[in-house]
């Protein structure tokens, strides 16, 4: 079992920044990937931000690429989204997950929830005017 931890949600203001943070308890090997999703009120849970750990691709979602950043600290098996330029419509509970398989060679299907073993609890960020 990978557990997953996320931190670092709350209230901020719109053209403001943030940093979430989501520790895995261990990588599963060398395909291990980790990725970002995010759920509205009566929406379905769309995919955020996504990155190969070996390697390091990293992949975005249209509507926040150029304004969010995914990185990982290896050492403490941790993935970062720093947020900026936030907007109204960011306002979700975010999630973090894991994949054991990863996206292979070619990077196909990290947007896919079905590729993510290991999901976190969540993290409310709210974005005011």
């Known amino acids: 079992q990978v557990h997953v931890v996320e931190s670092g949600g709350g209230l901020v203001q719109a053209g403001g920044s943030l940093r979430l943070s989501c520790a895995a308890s261990?990588?599963?090997?060398?395909?291990?990937?980790m990725g970002w999703f995010r759920q509205a009120p009566g929406k379905a849970r769309e995919f955020v931000a996504a990155?190969?750990?070996?390697?390091?691709?990293?992949y975005y979602a249209d509507s926040v690429k150029g304004r969010f950043i995914i990185s990982t600290d290896n050492s403490k098996n941790t993935v970062y989204l720093q947020m900026n330029s936030l907007k109204l419509e960011d306002t979700a509970v975010y999630y973090c997950?894991?994949?054991?398989?990863?996206?292979?060679?070619?990077?196909?299907?990290?947007?896919?929830?079905?590729?993510?073993?290991?999901w976190g609890q969540g993290t409310q960020v709210t974005v005011s005017s």
């Open positions: 261990r990588r599963t090997g060398s395909n291990f990937a």
């Open positions: 990155v190969a750990w070996s390697g390091g691709s990293t």
């Open positions: 997950a894991a994949s054991a398989s990863g996206f292979g060679d070619v990077g196909m299907g990290y947007s896919f929830e079905g590729l993510y073993d290991y």
